[in-house]
């Protein structure tokens, strides 16, 4: 793995919920993925109607996506956002560095970001790039290589660190936020 690859994500707060989720093939991690679809898809629509009584809306949802080359990263993406009513061609954002998504999901529109970072040399391309605007609009943000932004991502929602074990996938899932925690209670 090349050095710019091995920089480490900044250190996190406790997190508010872990679970562990053994995906053994491919199937698992596409039934995870259409969970947390599911999940998100229901925080979102409860958002919505407590908009109208306590003027809270959803505000978006930052997930970060850790492991090595090959661990399902985006596997879990494509699954989500299909689960979501995607019905394209899902791109790795390896070279474009952002794919965006306008989907109309059961609780309404809602527009995911999915990044890749992995090329990023320094932090300051993440700055420089533009993209906080992205996580500035209630929407669902799925970011790839996180640590290559340093620590100006800041805190995630929800952290999803795959690891290879044996055929399979282990899927360590951590909420940092109180939409996290809802978010992951959900899957």
């Known amino acids: 793995m090349p050095a710019a690859q091995a920089r480490s994500t900044p250190t996190l707060p406790a997190a508010q919920l872990e679970r562990r989720f053994e995906l053994p093939d491919e199937d698992a991690t596409l039934a995870f993925g259409q ?9 979102r629509a ?27 990263k985006t596997t879990l993406v494509r699954a989500t956002l299909r689960a979501l009513g995607h019905e394209g061609r899902v791109r790795s954002p390896t070279y474009t560095l952002v ?24 932090p300051a391309e993440w700055a420089d790039a533009g993209f906080r605007e992205y996580f500035d609009r209630g929407a669902v943000c799925l970011v790839e290589w996180p640590q290559q932004a340093g ?27 109180d939409t996290g925690k809802t978010c992951l209670e959900r899957c």
């Open 35 to 43: 969970r947390f679809a599911q999940a998100l898809d229901s925080l």
């Open 46 to 72: 409860k958002s919505e109607a407590s908009q109208s009584i306590h003027n809270e809306r959803f505000t978006g949802l930052q997930v970060q996506l850790i492991g090595d080359l090959g661990a399902g």
């Open 99 to 122: 794919e965006p998504y306008s989907l109309d999901t059961k609780s309404g529109p809602l527009d995911v970001y999915h990044f890749d970072l992995y090329r990023f040399a320094d």
């Open 151 to 177: 620590g100006l991502l800041g805190v995630p929602d929800l952290e999803f660190a795959l690891e290879i074990e044996g055929e399979g996938r282990v899927l360590i899932a951590r909420a940092f936020s």
